[in-house]
């Protein structure tokens, strides 16, 4: 044998010419090509096909709203806007100068930390232990989030499959539900009526009858979009049969300090006894400092969780722009008048809301927290059922709110306003909402 055909990269190179001569294909008759064709779908039909994730997902009940509200903000009408939860305030100066001041690093503009940077985990387990006289291990028990939902859907994507079964309040923020459908999991619905049937009851009956076992039970209090708010002795209850029967509890605490009663402040889910064995709770800079588009947040709680989660984000995240964790740890460690200031805003736009619709015939349970109002439609207009009923005040009032489909099947007969303008704002939009009302 000649030695050039001993060299490996001409045996590789004749193999290669061999693999991509030009092959010969056999002579099919006609009749024969018509059936394959007629059985072969069109490439445009397949590449157009809804994805697996996107066909778990329903329409987005908000979008004709928004869609509604656009055009007639295109013609000139002013829309007083009271759907959207975006708080309209500033963050305090105090934070924004710490921004300005962090960002004069050259430093601080590379990738950060996934996890989230020290001193900001150092400043959330400070602010457990002053809030709540809960110590949290800022190494082990705290992550720093792209805000809380990043933190949320991240989590739903650690913990559970396709076949796992999670229970949900109903009506509850969106990506409660949709979080874990879009990670494959089903959802168990718990009617959320915590002043009525027992939101207890309903996780009690649904451990019974669950099958499989569920994985975790979602909870939000003060609540979104229902206001609603629990004490201890409620999570007390929730964590010892959660223990029991070893279901881990996701708590949403973002309206923890947007409370109405000075001398009851919304609890934290990890005050309750044997709580970190199978709890985390996410809140967020959002609401307390009208940081909403800064996204960050955080989670505390369970170490396996906390892990799980801080996993997860390593692989999609590099986590929020330094100089707005160093803001927010600024937030956290500063002055907190701000934050007072900013609930006697909420009290203010609260009162003025109840008295407006009191005024125009229409009377709603008084929120003792969060920012919004969840009011039951009116009698004479229930048959319209929210989606309509929100759809009549914007053309008819102008006034944009959040009709409760949104947020569950239990939501239906209910729209959820937010305390998103001034009060002289939402002066004139109860003005506007009477008139339609008594027409």
Excluded at 57 to 73: G, I, Q, T
Excluded at 262 to 284: C, D, M, R, V
């Amino acid at each position: 044998m000649e030695a050039s055909c001993l060299n490996p990269a001409i045996l590789i190179g004749e193999r290669f010419r061999k693999l991509t001569r030009p092959y010969i294909f056999p002579t099919v008759p006609s009749g024969l090509v018509k059936i394959i064709k007629g059985l072969v779908q069109p490439i445009e039909q397949v590449m157009e096909e809804e994805f697996y994730r996107i066909k778990r997902l329903p329409p987005y009940v908000f979008a004709e709203v928004n869609r509604m509200k656009a055009a007639a903000r295109a013609k000139g009408e002013d829309i007083i806007d009271l759907g959207m939860g975006n708080p309209d305030t500033p963050p305090p100066q105090h934070i924004l100068d710490k921004l300005v001041e962090a960002i004069q690093n050259p430093r601080a503009h590379g990738y950060s930390m996934s996890k989230g940077i020290p001193g900001l985990r150092k400043a959330i387990s400070n602010y457990y232990m002053k809030r709540f006289g809960v110590s949290i291990d800022p190494e082990k028990e705290a992550v720093v989030n792209i805000g809380s939902k990043e933190g949320l859907y991240s989590l739903a994507t650690a913990i559970t499959k396709p076949g796992d079964v999670v229970m949900v309040p109903n009506p509850s923020y969106p990506l409660h539900t949709y979080g874990f459908i879009i990670a494959g999991a089903s959802v168990w619905s718990l009617p959320n009526y915590v002043n009525e049937t027992g939101l207890i009851d309903h996780i009690k009956d649904a451990i019974l009858h669950c099958s499989p076992k569920p994985v975790a039970l979602v909870l939000n209090f003060p609540g979104n979009p229902t206001a609603e708010v629990v004490g201890l002795p409620f999570y007390q209850e929730v964590v010892d049969i959660c223990r029991f029967h070893g279901i881990y509890i996701i708590s949403d605490l973002a309206y923890a300090e947007i409370y109405f009663d000075e001398n009851n402040p919304p609890p934290s889910i990890l005050q309750a006894k044997g709580a970190k064995e199978i709890a985390i709770e996410f809140t967020s800079t959002s609401k307390t400092y009208s940081m909403a588009g800064w996204r960050c947040g955080f989670a505390v709680g369970n170490q396996h969780l906390i892990k799980a989660l801080t996993h997860i984000k390593s692989y999609v995240d590099y986590g929020s722009f330094t100089p707005i964790q160093v803001a927010a740890s600024a937030a956290l460690n500063g002055p907190q008048d701000c934050v007072a200031e900013l609930r006697t805003l909420y009290k203010d736009r609260r009162d003025t809301l109840i008295k407006g619709l009191h005024s125009a015939g229409w009377d709603i349970p008084v929120p003792s927290a969060s920012m919004f109002a969840w009011a039951p439609i009116p009698e004479k207009f229930k048959e319209l059922k929210s989606l309509e009923f929100s759809k009549q005040l914007l053309q008819n009032a102008g006034v944009a709110v959040a009709p409760g489909i949104g947020f569950g099947q239990y939501g239906d007969d209910y729209v959820r306003i937010a305390l998103v303008e001034n009060s002289q704002r939402i002066k004139q939009a109860c003005k506007n909402m009477k008139k339609f009302l008594q027409s």
